[in-house]
């Protein structure tokens, strides 16, 4: 008889149980309605702005779609598309390319290079305004100005200063007795120049975040430090530089993934010149689709591709941050 009812529980207990989830899950929904309403709408604009153009590239890149097959309609008249289906030939043929390998390699170069400078200048400027400074207010003021001039007016300026006959920075050099630079105009200080101009623009924001993250370090932590007799090196590197890792890993990751896409200022800058040097994967996808006879398989591959690079290296970031912390 024990045995039956033991055994009628444990048999029951599940079941009872499962039949609650649904009830639980109703009663969720019907006290939570309002907070389900209030998010629809942006989850409505993300699935048409991001979630449709996202499945149309899939689709358009494991086809051979190009301006000459594409349906349009001209006038009264209405031309069917003739593109067809290529499975993985587009993906093959970027690969296996020259191009890609060494469009690859400069954006690896722009990327690393921009997001190292990023942080180090950015948490150089948040310990200085960290401190007790006079007029620190304006300082912070006068810091954050990149970061709020759009991008594009911020690139024409540059392009301006950078002008090898005209601008501004080769006067400066000649007027202390050097010779002017071709900033714009040769491979290597082409690719100089949008990194400066890149870091000038970025810093700013991994100042902010990283002041954020280092006001909320105790103070306690460094006066506690300072009477055992650390020194201020021993106070930033097992202090300061562990308190800001939340912040830091946030910041650099998604620094990496605006630098990696930074369209505007290569474009608007250099244009990716001269003869292509300073060309990164997404304004070469940019010209597949938009110069020349436009080829939007071509182009919707190399986005994907793109995808992808950012999806694994931050899958591969994320663990990584994951198990140092498990070492800390």
């Not at 722009?110 to 007029?135: F, I, Q, S």
């Not at 491979?187 to 949008?194: I, N, Q, T």
């Not at 060309?279 to 080829?295: H, K, M, P, W």
């Amino acid at each position: 008889m024990t045995a039956q009812v033991a055994d009628g529980t444990a048999a029951g207990t599940p079941a009872r149980g499962r039949a609650r989830d649904p009830m639980r899950r109703g009663r969720a929904y019907s006290r939570h309605w309002y907070a389900w309403a209030m998010c629809a709408p942006v989850v409505i604009v993300t699935l048409v702005l991001v979630g449709y153009p996202l499945v149309r590239g899939i689709y358009l890149s494991l086809t051979d779609a190009t301006e000459a097959n594409m349906g349009r309609t001209i006038g009264m008249n209405v031309i069917p598309s003739t593109y067809e289906f290529v499975g993985l030939a587009n993906y093959t043929a970027i690969v296996t390319s020259a191009e890609f390998l060494s469009r690859l390699g400069w954006t690896v170069v722009w990327t690393v290079a921009c997001v190292a400078l990023h942080y180090g200048l950015g948490l150089g400027l948040a310990m200085l305004l960290n401190r007790p400074v006079r007029l620190r207010s304006l300082y912070r003021m006068l810091l954050v100005l990149p970061w709020a001039v759009p991008v594009f007016v911020s690139a024409f300026i540059w392009r301006y200063l950078l002008n090898g006959e005209f601008g501004v920075v080769n006067a400066m050099l000649r007027a202390v007795g050097f010779a002017g630079v071709t900033w714009l105009d040769d491979p290597f200080w082409a690719k100089v120049s949008v990194i400066g101009v890149n870091v000038w623009l970025g810093v700013p924001f991994m100042m902010l975040a990283l002041l954020g993250g280092l006001q909320a370090i105790p103070r306690e932590l460094y006066e506690a430090a300072e009477v055992d007799g650390a020194s201020p090196w021993q106070r930033f590197r097992h202090i300061t530089l562990p308190g800001l890792r939340p912040v830091s890993s946030t910041v650099v990751l998604l620094g990496t993934i605006w630098t990696f896409n930074q369209f505007p200022v290569i474009f608007l800058v250099t244009k990716g010149g001269p003869g292509g040097s300073s060309e990164i994967l997404v304004t070469y996808a940019y010209r597949q689709a938009f110069e020349g006879i436009r080829n939007y398989s071509g182009s919707a591959a190399w986005g994907v591709l793109i995808l992808a690079l950012l999806v694994v290296m931050a899958v591969v970031y994320r663990r990584a941050l994951r198990r140092a912390g498990e070492a800390w």
